[in-house]
């Protein structure tokens, strides 16, 4: 504290210090903390004042993927920990405790705070204790939050990060929304999907070899009922860390192009019309986009395999009235034959069918299509059981008048490519199954790939008494293109 008070006079005699700085501190409040994606409202104040934060560490076994639990460290119970939004000059009282049930001590290092270890070392609290410490927030910015205890890396690995903005006096240009997404890795034991509690794996993270990287905590933490969501005309901000603790992020999303990127959580605008943006291990990054066209745009690590093999993917749905002139859908499917001469033209044709009797032979051999119906039914299960089970239960038998039967079920089984529009965009709405009324809703299958599909309904078209063909691939792609 006085530390800071001096540095300040010093500072203010030298160089001429931002009239926000100048201004006197007024009054106090309890600073409004949100979970994940939620930010807290823009600041209204027009002076600084004492802002009270009170952060709670509890160590809490949460979801991490379907079927898969992880021991969080989590600053406020959520992963990342609760966004704080402070204005420049504000003093912070910052309380920091360690709920009795911790089996570890905690702190914290806020990028925010200028004075040593970013509060590291006046914030060391053991199980059941309680440490204040207090800051003035000098510079603007979207600044990480993190733990410092040794062992560093594996307080950070295990989910201790989070988000603190600091406004520059007269704040951000307004936007319609803002979301927080943190982006993290974890390293657990077992393989992706591995299924059970996992412990954390100091080989992997040695090796920065992640097991997951995920948006806020959880593979599909930010998915179908759980997706960003707009409206056509609308600005989006969001508020982007990565919380480490080894990879760099390349933010992007899928289908939007930000209009304002603050690089590196910084105030000055520095980049317009960007695609993909940077956002460092222990940096953040605050992107402004407007959407103006319908549908689902899909936030990843343009790193893709962590995207689409490691879980760090979300979605941003936007509703509202398509515009055809700024994206028409798909307007034409036709063959292309590229330059081809005529008489290549022809061959190529030739061969093209040839190669289709080739694979029309080998389906119709009645013991390679039985071998690869085989392997594509124990693919499917690994799928059934992370993704279906749940809810059709791991017997296949559903449960009365909520989650109808697949094992033995007329409906599935009497329709093969309307079983692929279930899974690709879910069911509602009254259903008959075996003479059994159900009216719930099952989830559109957002994140499976084409073969997932394939498998998983070939799985559940023979299993459990059922016997029926095998799912394609292409069955799954054609059904998925017809509606676009
Ligand atoms: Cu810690």
Redesign the pocket.
Known sequence: MLWVGVGLLVLGMLVPVPRSMAQEVRGQEEAVLTDPPAVPPPIQRDYPTKVVVHLE?RELVQHLADGVEYTF?TFGGTVPGKFIRVRQGDQVEFHLNNHPSSK?P??IDLHAVTGPGGGATSSFTAPGHSSQFSFTALNPGLYVYH?A?APVGM?VANG?YGLILVEPPGGLPRVDREYYVLQSELYTRGRYGEEGLQPFDLEKALDERPTYVVFNGAVGALVGDKALTAKVGETIRLFVGNGGPNLLSSFHVIGEIFDAVYSEGGTALVQRNVQTTLVPAGGSAIVDFRVEVPGTYILVDHSLLRAFNKGALGMLKVEGPENRLLYSGKEVDETYLGEQAPAGMQAAQKIAALEQQVQQTIKQTPAIARLSKEIQVEKGKRVYMQHCSMCHQADGKGLPTVFPPLAQADYLMADKIRSVGVVLRGLSGSVAVNGQAYNGVMPPQLVLSNDQIADVLTFVRNTWGNAGEAVTADEVRSVREERQ
């Open positions: 560490v460290w570890m905690h702190n733990c205890t307080h201790m």
